[in-house]
């Protein structure tokens, strides 16, 4: 079945790095792109951005520019998000999320499908 | 960037009752780029709606969307034990694009 599997809970030190990883099965991971989602404790739900999994092209969402990194390794259907000089701030669940529209060229579509979430927690 | 705002923040219904949840934009969403998912406790979100009004695969029709421009509004006909959570709507309308989500509507049994 159509599905997304995230990469365990992680606990870091301010000023180190996460590389959270999303891979995908029972569908063409090149023909859908895949959106990261951020859910800070108790709070709603804030889109970071988008990365075009057929041409690998990013795009991010005001106030996720800098620190944050998409990426892509298609050999094994899987997508990326890298975040650098972690703060406390950064503590939440993060999800990657499936956009509905096949081969979108831009960020104009819902989310049918959602990995289960991971905790970053940032912390001393 | 739009701004959506959700009401009431908690609603509070009793199994088998009509629930109205709301979702206004600060300006109007183009054709209709609005969608509703449900959140549970510990879960990730699920997808409801999209389009305002198209059920998304293997949602149960006493879910229901509706509205345009800047008012929409998400309708669950007959509550049912299981749907008592979070709902969040969300504009993927905007140029360029920037997709944003409400605040959330706590939907809790009476």
């Known amino acids: 079945q159509v599905q997304l599997v995230q990469s365990g809970s992680e606990l870091k030190k301010p000023g180190a790095s996460v590389k959270v990883s999303c891979k995908a099965s029972?569908?063409?991971?090149?023909?859908?792109?895949m959106n990261w989602v951020r859910q800070a404790p108790g709070q709603g739900l804030e889109w970071m951005g988008w990365?075009?999994?057929?041409?690998?092209?990013?795009t991010y969402a005001q106030g996720f520019t800098g620190r944050f990194v998409f990426s892509l390794d298609t050999s094994v259907s899987t997508a990326y998000l890298q975040i650098s000089s972690l703060k406390a701030e950064d503590t939440a669940v993060y999800y990657c999320?499936?956009?509905?529209?096949?081969?979108?060229?831009?960020?104009?579509?819902?989310?049918?499908?959602w990995g289960q979430g991971t905790m970053v927690t940032v912390s001393s | 960037e739009i701004v959506l705002t959700q009401s009431p923040g908690t609603l509070s219904l009793s199994p088998g009752e009509r629930a109205t949840l709301s979702c206004r934009a600060s300006q109007s969403v183009s054709s209709s780029y609005l969608a509703w998912y449900q959140q549970k406790p510990g879960q990730a979100p699920r997808l409801l709606i999209y389009?305002?009004?198209s059920r998304a695969t293997g949602i149960p029709d006493r879910f229901s969307g509706s509205g345009s421009g800047t008012d929409f509004t998400l309708t669950i006909s007959r509550l049912e034990p299981e749907d008592f959570a979070v709902y969040y709507c969300q504009q993927y309308g905007s140029s360029p694009p920037q997709i944003t989500f409400g605040q959330g509507t706590r939907l809790e049994i009476k």
């Open positions: 999320a499936r956009d509905r529209q096949w081969l979108a060229r831009v960020p104009r579509s819902a989310f049918d499908i």
């Open positions: 029972g569908y063409t991971f090149t023909s859908y792109a």
């Open positions: 990365i075009n999994t057929n041409t690998g092209n990013p």
């Open positions: 389009g305002a009004s």
